[in-house]
């Protein structure tokens, strides 16, 4: 375990190539750490399973996820996911996706995509769209979120739930110093996302929480839920 833990540190301290395309820099940089990505992200990325805990996915729902990763998002839903007509996970990062294949082997509504997220568009609307700590790593999440509510359909719901800094709310210095850090690994913070959902649907859930940072116990770091449904 511990050295499963140093080779996701020494990824997180070498940082994302600068080079290349998107889908290029995510492969370098997640590769090495893959087969640990799920065990170490446990104790950093707070509220998924509150996130899928929020979201209405009734018996026959067309689910996709965005930026997906390793599928690890699945498993919150429980016994609600044999009942799905479909899960589907969408990511560009084959080395992530080559977990994800592996859970999807386990389930026979699940499928696994290799495609942008901006660009992706499923065969028929679907009932719920959600992305986990993805969306802040997307270099043009506007384009992100209009094509996640492109399929939704009229009611649907989109849930996220990610990183975020105010420099109104957190302080201009905390709020650079987020930035600054998180960038390092291609994690881009701020609160544009947040205003931008609530223009686009209608509010049904949104917390604001301070988040654990693994091996700094006295750092919180801003997070969001969002859920939202569509007009």
């Known amino acids: 375990m511990l050295a499963a833990e140093l080779k996701v540190l020494s990824a997180l301290l070498r940082g994302q190539p600068r080079s290349g395309s998107h889908a290029e820099r995510l492969q370098a940089f997640y590769a090495p750490q893959a087969g640990h990505y799920d065990r170490f992200r446990e104790r950093l990325l707070w509220g998924r399973e509150r996130l899928i805990a929020a979201l209405p996915c009734e018996p026959g729902a067309r689910v996709v996820e965005l930026g997906a990763g390793t599928g690890r998002n699945t498993e919150f839903f429980g016994e609600r996911l044999t009942g799905l007509q479909s899960c589907t996970l969408v990511d560009l990062c084959p080395a992530l996706l080559q977990q994800a294949h592996l859970r999807a082997a386990r389930q026979q509504n699940m499928v696994v995509i290799e495609a942008d997220a901006a660009e992706y568009q499923p065969a028929e609307p679907v009932d719920v769209v959600y992305l986990s700590y993805a969306l802040s790593m997307m270099p043009d999440w506007t384009r992100v979120l209009d094509n996640a509510l492109s399929m939704l359909r009229p009611g649907g719901v989109l849930g996220v739930v990610d990183f975020y800094v105010d420099p109104v709310r957190h302080g201009r210095l905390a709020s650079w110093a987020w930035r600054r850090w998180f960038a390092h690994d291609g994690v881009h913070l701020g609160a544009d996302t947040l205003r931008y ?31 939202g449904r569509k007009a």
């Open 197 to 227: 959902l609530p223009t686009r649907l209608t509010t049904l859930r949104l917390v604001e929480h301070r988040a654990a940072v693994p091996y700094l116990p006295a750092v919180r770091v801003p997070v969001y839920l969002f859920v």
